[in-house]
């Protein structure tokens, strides 16, 4: 491991400031510490900022607010949780091993590297490690990689369950910088590839975030997550998709989806809602936000399956929350 220095922070104030420098946030280290082991990460000066008050989970009039240093554990399991927003805890659970949920935070999880071999792989071509260098999953193995979003320049999916849920939820991150507070879509968090494959976020040099807030909607207690991967324990997402509906007299009066394991972001599927929006809940507007969802996907040689399994998973994710809102209305 490269050498680096350590120091734990007990203000937002000294946390902003040696981030400003160029210094690395420290939270539960899951993913930051791994990748400084392969030494793909090799960051100079580490903070600790576990000692800011930023755990709370609380219901506002906005909405739900969660801290930045909850850890995903104490997320998933906390009663305003799975009463209000029961799809974010579900996404957490289908996240993480528990020994992984223990330690991780809401805002370390929203801000992981990605998964690709090839960013983990020192000798190997990635533009996200290093820029100018090339995309070897191209060309290479790409059977999890992305089918949307993609560019020559990069073809790997996001990480996060949490994020897909988030989006589809229109959360909404906070980050404190010195000018003060600023809010953003969760969405808006993540920049699609492009040619600047290395520039993930819009967080920037400085700024820390501190909560997220999910409002409330008729929505909300009646959404699934549907997460497909390789084998039945802890394992990335070859797809998975959060929906939640807002069914009345049989017809649908609202509706988010967003999925993921498909995109370099976690991807919104504003078309499949538009389709069905106000239209008979049922198989027939089920399988119709499913072709929908589908558009514009760019299969890679060794992903295409991908396809057919987004427009199932999207199905069957409308089919368990339409169970839920049959259920509570």
Same mark, same amino acid.
């Given at each position: 491991?490269?050498?680096?220095?350590?120091?734990?922070?007990?203000? #937002?104030?000294?946390?902003?400031?040696? /981030?400003?420098? =160029? &210094?690395?946030?420290?939270?539960?280290? %899951?993913?930051?510490? $791994? !990748?400084?082991?392969?030494?793909?990460?090799?960051?100079?000066?580490?903070?600790?900022?576990?000692?800011?008050?930023?755990?709370?989970?609380?219901?506002?009039?906005?909405?739900?607010?969660?801290?930045?240093?909850?850890?995903?554990?104490?997320?998933?399991?906390?009663?305003?949780?799975?009463?209000?927003?029961?799809?974010?805890?579900?996404?957490?659970?289908?996240?993480?091993?528990?020994?992984?949920?223990?330690?991780?935070?809401?805002g370390g999880n929203l801000m992981q590297r990605v998964r690709c071999p090839y960013f983990r792989t020192l000798d190997a071509a990635c533009?996200?490690?290093?820029?100018?260098?090339?995309?070897?999953?191209? #060309?290479?193995?790409?059977?999890?990689? /992305?089918?949307? =979003? &993609?560019?020559?320049?990069?073809?790997? %999916?996001?990480?996060? $369950? !949490?994020?897909?849920?988030?989006?589809?939820?229109?959360?909404?991150?906070?980050?404190?910088?010195?000018?003060?507070?600023?809010?953003?879509?969760?969405?808006?968090?993540?920049?699609?590839?492009?040619?600047?494959?290395?520039?993930?976020?819009?967080?920037?040099?400085?700024?820390?975030?501190?909560?997220?807030?999910?409002?409330?909607?008729?929505?909300?207690?009646?959404?699934?997550?549907?997460?497909?991967?390789?084998?039945?324990?802890?394992?990335?997402?070859?797809?998975?998709?959060?929906?939640?509906?807002?069914?009345?007299?049989?017809?649908?009066?609202?509706?988010?989806l967003a999925a993921g394991g498909v995109g370099t972001k976690p991807w919104r599927l504003r078309a499949s809602e538009a389709a069905i929006?106000?239209?008979?809940?049922?198989?027939?507007?089920?399988?119709?936000?499913a072709s929908r969802a589908i558009e514009g996907a760019r299969p890679l040689s060794g992903n295409g399956y991908k396809v057919e399994l987004?427009?199932?998973?999207?199905?069957?994710?409308?089919?368990?929350?339409?169970?839920?809102?049959?259920?509570?209305?």
């Amino acid at each position: 491991m490269v050498p680096f220095t350590y120091d734990a922070v007990q203000s #937002e104030q000294e946390a902003r400031s040696a /981030a400003a420098a =160029g &210094a690395r946030f420290l939270a539960g280290g %899951t993913t930051l510490v $791994d !990748l400084m082991r392969e030494e793909v990460e090799r960051p100079e000066s580490l903070i600790d900022i576990n000692q800011l008050p930023l755990r709370d989970i609380q219901m506002e009039s906005g909405g739900l607010i969660i801290g930045a240093l909850a850890r995903m554990a104490e997320v998933a399991a906390h009663p305003l949780v799975t009463r209000e927003q029961p799809l974010i805890a579900e996404a957490l659970l289908e996240g993480a091993s528990p020994q992984l949920r223990n330690m991780a935070s809401i805002g370390g999880n929203l801000m992981q590297r990605v998964r690709c071999p090839y960013f983990r792989t020192l000798d190997a071509a990635c533009n996200k490690r290093q820029p100018g260098s090339g995309c070897a999953a191209i #060309e290479g193995l790409n059977n999890t990689h /992305a089918i949307l =979003g &993609a560019s020559e320049h990069c073809v790997a %999916t996001h990480p996060s $369950d !949490l994020a897909v849920a988030l989006v589809a939820l229109d959360a909404v991150l906070r980050v404190r910088r010195d000018a003060g507070l600023r809010e953003f879509p969760v969405e808006d968090l993540y920049r699609l590839p492009g040619d600047t494959p290395h520039i993930e976020h819009m967080i920037e040099p400085g700024e820390l975030i501190v909560e997220v807030v999910v409002p409330r909607g008729a929505y909300a207690r009646r959404a699934r997550y549907v997460k497909v991967r390789d084998r039945a324990s802890y394992e990335f997402a070859l797809v998975s998709v959060a929906a939640a509906l807002e069914i009345d007299d049989e017809q649908i009066r609202s509706v988010r989806l967003a999925a993921g394991g498909v995109g370099t972001k976690p991807w919104r599927l504003r078309a499949s809602e538009a389709a069905i929006m106000g239209e008979r809940a049922g198989r027939k507007a089920w399988e119709l936000a499913a072709s929908r969802a589908i558009e514009g996907a760019r299969p890679l040689s060794g992903n295409g399956y991908k396809v057919e399994l987004l427009r199932r998973t999207v199905i069957r994710a409308l089919e368990l929350s339409a169970e839920i809102a049959g259920e509570t209305r």
